[in-house]
């Protein structure tokens, strides 16, 4: 059975910083593209970033680029976002996904498992 479980999402003051988790287990990890999505109260969910299946590349929405980070352990199963410098626009549920490919990776409908997600509020 497939499972993303997301993890460490809180309460963090702008500016600040906080790491969130996403452990997978019921499919073969290494073999997707892991990406972040998130989503704010009254908005569509949108693109945050993602990771090839290796880890060798990134890519960012414009919005979180130079603050978010992405990296994965494909030998622990667990991708991790790394979010830095802290906005209040930040705030939302944060979801973590895995899919196939690379070229259209912002795309949420190539993402084939979604975690539940965890929350991130960001006060000031």
């Known amino acids: 059975q497939v499972q993303l479980v997301e993890s460490g999402g809180g309460l963090v003051q702008a500016g600040g910083f906080l790491r969130v988790s996403c452990a997978a287990s019921?499919?073969?990890?290494?073999?997707?593209?892991m990406g972040w999505f998130r989503q704010a109260p009254g908005k569509e969910r949108e693109f945050v970033g993602a990771?090839?299946?290796?880890?060798?590349?990134?890519y960012f929405a414009a919005s979180v680029k130079g603050r978010f980070t992405v990296s994965r352990d494909n030998t622990k199963n667990t991708v991790y976002l790394q979010m830095n410098s802290l906005k209040l626009e930040d705030t939302a549920v944060y979801y973590c996904?895995?899919?196939?490919?690379?070229?259209?990776?912002?795309?949420?409908?190539?993402?084939?498992?979604w975690g539940q997600g965890t929350q991130v509020t960001v006060s000031t």
């Open positions: 990771i090839s299946r290796s880890g060798e590349s990134t």
């Open positions: 996904a895995a899919g196939v490919g690379w070229a259209v990776i912002s795309n949420p409908q190539v993402y084939s498992y």
């Open positions: 019921g499919f073969t990890f290494s073999a997707y593209t």
